[in-house]
């Protein structure tokens, strides 16, 4: 057996399949910085990054991960050369149409958060389709982030609430998270950036309130299935505590200190 492969068998031993995130959230970032350090247009990196991007669906689906969220295209990404944005306009297109078969065989469902109608009307052709299409599916959500932006996700929101009967005066969390993009999905529970930046830079900024950050150096073109378990891996060693001690969220260590030991009820999807 190769080297690599054993690396990827061990670490596959080492991940706890019952304690896997629920919801894996992914900034791609580097594909251009990845083409122009091989002396290519950053178009390279993006197409590079798309076999990225099925290879990492391909696992969380096969790993059990209930939903995975991509950050495909933001609303700052619009100000990129014109050239560029239309190719990833285009690239999107042919992605899903090549794709909606594997996410039909395999139980995907396809979803989209953002600014859709910003899409020109090619890429919003594929997008419907490949909604329409795997609707009934119940295996996994891929969820893109196109056009989209935490703050005008959470404008948007209050805006939409407005025209349906207006803000209540018992306004709560459940009620805007009604109404934002992601309404019917948990919360991420990880969050990964590639390429060695340390920000979130305006994604998910309400739903990642308690999600776990993990950043790699690794470009996202280069991020591959031994990236992923280790991301996975890292995660179940970390102790979620969502404001409350270690010692009340272990009977262990309770029994060592003064503390009770408090069940934590599980967060269920909104």
């Known amino acids: 057996m190769k080297k690599k492969e054993q690396t990827i068998s061990g670490l596959r031993a080492r991940l706890d399949a019952d304690s896997l995130p629920k919801h894996v959230a992914i900034i791609m970032d580097g594909n251009g910085r990845w083409a122009v350090r091989r002396g290519m247009p950053r178009v390279f990196g ?28 933001s609303d700052e990404n619009w100000g990129r050369p014109r050239q560029e ?10 992605f899903l ?22 899409l020109p009307a090619s890429a919003r052709k594929w997008i419907d389709r490949a909604v329409a299409e ?19 996700e959470i404008l948007q929101a209050v805006q939409r609430m407005q025209t349906s009967g207006g ?23 990880l969050i990964i950036r590639t390429s060695g930046e340390k920000r979130i830079s305006n994604f998910l900024l309400w739903q990642a309130a ?7 150096e690794t470009l996202w073109p280069d991020f591959n299935e031994e990236e992923l378990l280790i991301a996975l891996i890292d ?29 934590v009820p599980s967060r269920s999807p909104r």
């Open 134 to 152: 795997t609707s009934g599916n119940k295996g996994m959500v891929l969820n893109l982030a196109l056009s989209y932006g935490g703050r005008s």
């Open 235 to 263: 995660y179940q060693g970390r102790q979620r505590r969502f404001g409350l001690t270690g010692a009340q969220l272990s009977p262990e260590a309770a029994a060592r200190s003064d503390e009770q030991p408090l069940v």
């Open 167 to 189: 803000i209540p005066a018992d306004l709560n969390e459940a009620h805007l998270s009604a109404y934002l993009d992601t309404a019917g999905l948990p919360d991420p529970d």
């Open 85 to 94: 944005v239309s190719f990833l306009m285009d690239m999107l297109g042919a």
């Open 97 to 118: 149409e090549a794709e909606i078969g594997t996410m039909k065989a395999n139980g995907i469902r396809f979803r989209t958060i953002g600014r859709i109608e910003r």
């Open 46 to 73: 993006h197409k590079k990054g798309a076999d990225t991007v099925r290879n990492v669906v391909e696992q969380c689906r096969k790993l059990g991960v209930g939903v995975l969220t991509l950050y495909a295209f």
């Open 210 to 216: 308690y999600a776990e950050l993990y950043f790699t």
